[in-house]
């Protein structure tokens, strides 16, 4: 069965230190990827996705994600981080073998900068 | 463009009452998907419309049902309204579907079931 794992509830980083949100995933055939956002009272986001290709994904905001297949996993990560960014993170991942396209979700990790 | 709108924004309810919200995608996009937020379950997924038909359903009763307009609008329904319906439900449209494109998101309608 196709499914999404983010381990942490809640990552604290101050602010201009390099973050890390991390994402593993599982399922049967390769995976699109996908990272989005959502802050306070709004909608989420997209942020960045992983379709094929570069294993290194650039995507808005200066945040980048690195497909790892042997590791299964598609951590957001970004060099220097903004009070901004405080927001809650999601990770949704849809197999390509399954004919159903539908995206699952992870829980969200909820991040938070601290000036 | 103009982005997803959702409408209402904001609606209380009573139990047993049911609902429906409105959600119009960005023009072009032939998909929405309804989802449901809540503190304790995530982002849960309901439905995928595309081109007036279901093309994917969640694992949520019969309560909750859905259609879309040929215009691609989409309207969500819920019937017979319970308390742990409380919930912020989110519509998202692409262009053909949730495969492999982005999804935009409307800023949601935030239902409170008292």
């Known amino acids: 069965a196709q499914s999404v794992a983010q381990p942490e509830d809640q990552v604290n980083v101050a602010e201009g230190n390099p973050l890390t949100v991390k994402c593993t995933y599982s399922?049967?055939?390769?995976?699109?990827l996908f990272w989005y956002v959502q802050y306070p009272n709004r909608g989420l986001q997209f942020l960045l996705k992983?379709?094929?290709?570069d294993n290194l994904v650039k995507g808005s905001y200066g945040f980048e994600a690195e497909f790892n297949k042997s590791q299964t996993s598609f951590h957001l990560k970004k060099p220097s981080a903004l009070v901004s960014d405080s927001a809650l993170y999601f990770c949704?991942?849809?197999?390509?073998?399954?004919?159903?396209?539908?995206?699952?979700w992870g829980a969200g990790t909820k991040l938070i900068i601290k000036p | 463009k103009a982005g997803v709108t959702q409408t209402p924004r904001y609606l209380i309810k009573t139990r047993g009452q049911q609902v429906t919200l409105s959600c119009s995608p960005i023009?072009?996009?032939?998909?929405v998907s309804w989802y449901q937020q809540t503190p304790g379950q995530g982002l849960q997924f309901l439905f995928e419309?595309?081109?007036?038909?279901?093309?994917n359903k969640g694992n949520f009763p019969g309560r909750f049902s859905g259609r879309q307009f040929s215009n691609s609008r989409s309207e969500m329904n819920v019937s017979t309204l319970e308390l742990g319906d409380s919930a912020l439900y989110l519509c998202?449209?692409?262009?053909?579907?949730?495969?492999?494109?982005?999804?935009?998101f409307g800023p949601g309608t935030r239902l409170l079931v008292l």
């Open positions: 023009s072009g996009h032939r998909s």
């Open positions: 419309y595309f081109s007036e038909t279901q093309r």
């Open positions: 949704a991942v849809r197999d390509l073998r399954d004919s159903n396209y539908q995206l699952i």
């Open positions: 992983y379709i094929t290709g």
């Open positions: 998202a449209s692409s262009l053909q579907g949730q495969d492999q494109e982005t999804q935009y």
């Open positions: 399922v049967s055939g390769n995976p699109y």
